[in-house]
């Protein structure tokens, strides 16, 4: 287990829910941060809402995912911020609130482009970088429809399982120079995702689902995510009751799929 004091942390999708909370997290933490998104008047705000003994070892670096010919100048940018990074966060992303058979395909490939391609051309960029110093720690804030998939998520879910089959994979191919990579799939977490999710037109949700509302606080969250990136896990599941979902496709999946037609995901 590393200890984050001192580390360099770029964190994506830093303005708002998970991202926001990991911000205040690590900054107690003593880690040195480089936080982004597209909006860099809520990322100010962030960083002024952390106390002030720390502030100056926050910087903001905009970013936007879906824009793949700006991310190797951002990866750039994220290096001479402090000189280097030596922990990547992928929280950015957006959700989807939609039936398939009522989605456009162009909210489909909007969702993957920032998900999926936005994520892993920000991580190859920048392992060249982790390569040289011979070290390093990438973190992917994926979701539990990463493994398996629920009505109206559709379009997400397979963004997110794109996401595991591409890190495992790079898990496998980086142990042997001392680059670790963790997995988090988080469930029902108390944030607004659902406010800005997209829904079958490209349109924003505006609401806030049901079980957000009434899932784990995010600050709770913030914490058991950044224990498991600092413990080097390869895989984790934050959340509450929703997290057996894994445990019960793997083991029963007929009674899964039968039970997750039924499951009230909004």
Known sequence: MFSFKNKVVWLTGASSGIGEALTYELSKRGARLLISSRRKEELEKVKGNCDAAVQSNIKILPLDLAAADTLKLSVQAAIQAFGHVDVLINNGGISQRSLATETSLEVDRRIMEVNYFGTIGLTKYLLPHLLQRKGG????????????????????????????????????????????????????IQTTISVSALTGDGTQLNKMDDAQQNGMPVKKAAKQIADAIAKEKNEVYIGGKETLGVHIKRFFPGYFSKMIRKAKVR
């Not at 879910?157 to 790079?170: I, N, V």
């Open 137 to 188: 720690n990438i973190a992917v804030i994926s979701s539990l429809t990463g493994k398996f998939g629920t009505p109206y998520r559709s379009g997400y879910a397979a963004a997110k399982h794109a996401l595991h089959g591409f890190f495992d994979s790079l898990r496998a191919e980086l142990w042997k120079d001392n680059i670790k990579v963790t997995l988090i799939a988080p469930g029902f």
